[in-house]
């Protein structure tokens, strides 16, 4: 096969703990990872050289691009001499915390495999995504799953959604890095793991509204009390909970 088309799907966290910062600056963070179905696409063939074309202008085109990056680290780690041309179709908004760049990155690990015949399992690429981000290891499996470390330590769990997933997008400008700055953790011990809340009351929404939260909350409605008044006003319209905020903010509202 010398050409593939893949999906590159968002996702959203239901409910995030940050436990404690970590000696290189990260923070142990605690979530549940559920795939949604707003989608990139990806269109990948094999070239003379590495060739890399967006319909964005928001996708940087150097070093830092993860596309680019995930065919670096693929190539050195099997030897490939070669090159591959890639075309991005974005969907998913730039930064909204949707986790639109990891996806991609782990769409072309998976493409790049295919592509290649190199064979190699879902955790073989999942140790290969975590080179380039935390959460790209959830997008090579994708569904639902339990997020510890960084994020990129990652257990699948069977799970049903039985909602449909608002997604609020105000284009409020918020860095994740900035967020966890100005962050005042809290404890967490002695409380049911996010995993097991999640679990055992996916189809109680009242109940996954008291229980299930996200540390990063209070920061931004602090600085950005536009973002408050967003999940005010969808409690008032009867939806079930406020699962997430996002990097440029996006508000996850499951119904």
Do not use: Q
């Not at 049903?160 to 994740?176: A, C, E, F, G």
Request: aromatic share 10%; proline share 4%.
């Amino acid at each position: 096969m010398d050409r593939v088309k893949l999906l590159s799907p968002g996702k959203i966290n239901i409910g995030l703990r940050v436990w404690r910062k970590r000696e290189d600056g990260y923070h142990d963070i605690e979530t549940v990872f559920h795939e949604v179905k707003l989608f990139d696409e990806i269109e990948m063939e094999i070239s003379d050289e590495i060739e890399f074309e967006t319909n964005s202008n928001e996708i940087p085109r150097g070093f830092e691009n993860l596309c680019l990056k995930a065919v670096r680290i693929f190539f050195e780690s099997f030897g490939i001499h070669s090159g591959v041309r890639i075309y991005l179709k974005k969907r998913i908004p730039v930064g909204a915390g949707l986790g639109g760049g990891s996806s991609n990155s782990a769409a072309v690990l998976k493409g790049l495999n295919i592509l290649f015949g190199v064979g190699a399992d879902d955790d073989l690429l999942s140790e290969l995504g975590s080179l380039i981000g935390s959460d790209v290891p959830f997008f090579i499996k994708g569904g639902t799953a339990y997020a510890t470390g960084r994020g990129e330590i990652i257990e699948p769990i069977e799970v049903k959604v039985p909602y449909k997933i608002v997604i609020v997008y105000p284009n409020v400008k918020v860095s994740t890095s900035w967020v966890y700055g100005n962050l005042n953790l809290r404890s967490h011990d002695g409380e049911e793991s996010l995993k097991k809340i999640v679990v055992e009351n996916i189809d109680k929404p009242d109940k996954l509204r008291e229980l299930v939260k996200n540390d990063l909350e209070d920061v931004v409605f602090r600085y950005h009390p536009i973002v408050a008044d967003v999940k005010e006003k969808l409690y008032e319209i009867g939806g079930g909970f406020f699962t997430d905020v996002g990097e440029w903010f996006s508000c996850f509202w499951i119904f």
